[in-house]
């Protein structure tokens, strides 16, 4: 094992990764921008080392700065989390350059997986099921209309390079297919620099459920089941859970065959997710993800695998700890992200200082989370505050422990997503587990209206709160609060 990394990454993900380094007896090194000197992850390391300038390009995405560090902290090996240098091939490059190892996959499989004509042609050729398609880039309109045609609408143009939501256009008919391959092009090439797109059958409303998997260096992989992740907004998941509602044994079998030949056939190593869509009892692969990602902890919460810990010891050569046989889900679990938005004002940035804070916990309860009372969130960087995770027996029990614990959850002087998650985790559509990607847009208005009342419902106990945490402060009147979360929803409005 390693006697030293570097965290290329801060907040929750980078406080997870030191306990993960913590309890394998690693030390941990933090990398601070000036924004993050008081960040509880920059202090919870076992050293330390400041980046200067804020701003993410000449931060936590400066490569030459990081390495540099890693280079003077004797750091043997780098984690890069999820976002900022997480699948950038470079990091890798640099790492191989300097003899530091990255934990996470090769260089290699990170671009061929970035690239998602290359990445649907491997699937396909692994056996994978993919959708339906282009299996180019289109060059010629005439025969993307042919394509198109055979296809049948609705289809949709993607951008090879895209992620994240851009660069894509669903067509409903063929008088906008052209345009709609144009305007895909061009927002590829300023976005990604490569106006490569394809086209493929459009799926309405799917399911997001995607499967862990874990790979070492000496040809094991398993995959650790599947997460549910279709309640999302703008292409940012805000629940995540595990297993899915409709998973069963059969078909937890099925796509996990599928997942880990995906893994298998491009010799992936480290911790990776397949994502899939799922619509009428099919499935198909989306997109591969070469790293930890977020809603990483409902998987360790149902199978009792630390999956950073894994990460450690497949990058320091060691054998898998699981094979498959060893994979059981025990119960479910549900994870709700705790943004600093507004809910109500289409989900506005809302950062500050916290005022006032008490975590939840009890039975079940789970929180990843970078914050502390008197923290300033810093403008720079997501919107992020922490991940509340609950465990159940089954679901009904992980929904009511998350219910209990968002209620116990108070955060001061921010406006957050809390009220969001409490409305949901009430909605009828939610509690029936009939979900999928439009959920939210969806029932909107519903979902607004339950978190009015929700508000209005639990002021006077937050009330009592904020004079206990507060107690030289007058307590507002009892709708203060609620007519803070509207007053910022009018504006909004009033702007647009
Ligand atoms: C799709 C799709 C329906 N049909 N492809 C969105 C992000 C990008 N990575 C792929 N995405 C989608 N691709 C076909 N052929 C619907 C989506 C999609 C989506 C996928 C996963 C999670 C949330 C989503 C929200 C809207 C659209």
């Avoid at 890798?92 to 649907?120: F, R």
């Amino acid at each position: 094992m390693f006697d030293k990394v570097l965290i290329a990454n801060r907040g929750e993900i980078a406080i997870r990764i030191m306990r993960a380094c913590r309890e394998l007896d690693v030390k941990s090194v933090a990398i601070y921008s000036d924004a993050d000197k008081t960040s509880l992850y920059t202090n919870y390391a076992d050293e330390r080392y400041a980046l200067g300038n804020p701003s993410p390009s000449k931060s936590y995405l400066n490569i030459d700065k990081i390495m540099d560090i890693a280079i003077e902290s004797g750091a043997e090996a780098i984690h890069p989390g999820y976002g900022f240098l997480a699948e950038n091939s470079e990091l890798g490059k640099q790492c191989e350059k300097n003899g530091i190892t990255l934990i996470g996959p090769s260089g290699k499989v990170i671009e061929s997986m970035g690239d998602k004509i290359t990445s649907k042609k491997l699937m396909k050729k692994a056996g994978v099921p993919v959708i339906g398609g282009t299996e180019n880039g289109v060059t010629d309109i005439d025969e993307a209309v042919k394509i198109a045609e055979s296809i049948g609408y609705p289809v949709i143009v993607k951008a090879s390079a895209g992620g994240g939501g851009i660069g894509m256009r669903t067509v409903y008919e063929e008088d906008e297919l052209v345009r709609a391959i144009e305007s895909t092009q061009s927002v590829a090439s300023t976005n990604f620099g490569d106006s490569t797109v394809f086209i493929e059958k459009y799926i309405e409303k799917p399911r997001h459920i995607e499967f862990q998997i874990l790979a070492d260096d000496h040809g094991n992989t398993i995959h650790v089941a599947d997460r549910e992740c279709s309640i999302q907004r703008r292409h940012q998941k805000l629940i995540e859970e595990a297993p899915s509602p409709i998973m069963t044994e059969e078909l937890r079998e099925k796509m996990g065959e599928s997942a880990i030949k995906a893994a298998e056939y491009i010799n992936y190593t480290s911790a990776g997710t397949v994502e899939f869509l799922y619509s009428g009892g099919e499935y198909y692969f989306l997109e591969m993800n070469t790293r930890i990602q977020v809603e990483h902890p409902i998987t360790e919460i149902i199978t009792n695998i630390d999956l950073v810990k894994e990460q450690l010891k497949i990058a320091s050569g060691k054998e898998l700890s699981y094979s498959q046989k060893d994979v059981k889900v025990n119960g479910h679990a549900v994870e709700c992200r705790i943004n600093a938005e507004n809910p109500l004002a289409d989900f506005a940035p809302n950062p500050g200082k916290i005022t006032g804070y008490r975590s939840p916990g009890g039975p079940g309860v789970r929180l990843d989370s970078g914050v502390y009372m008197n923290y300033s969130i810093p403008t720079f960087y997501d919107s992020m505050i922490s991940k509340l995770i609950t465990w159940g027996s089954n679901r009904n029990e992980a929904i009511a422990r998350m219910k209990r614990a968002l209620s116990e959850y108070i955060i001061l002087g921010v406006k957050t997503t809390i009220p969001f998650h409490k409305a949901i985790m009430r909605n009828d559509h939610f509690l029936s587990g009939d979900l999928h990607t439009h959920f939210v847009d969806d029932y909107r208005k519903g979902i607004d209206d339950d978190i009015r009342e929700i508000m209005e419902e639990e002021t006077e106990r937050i009330n009592r709160m904020r004079s206990t945490f507060m107690p030289g402060k007058k307590v507002a009147a009892i709708s203060a609060a609620v007519g803070s979360y509207l007053n910022t929803a009018k504006n909004q409005q009033i702007k647009k």
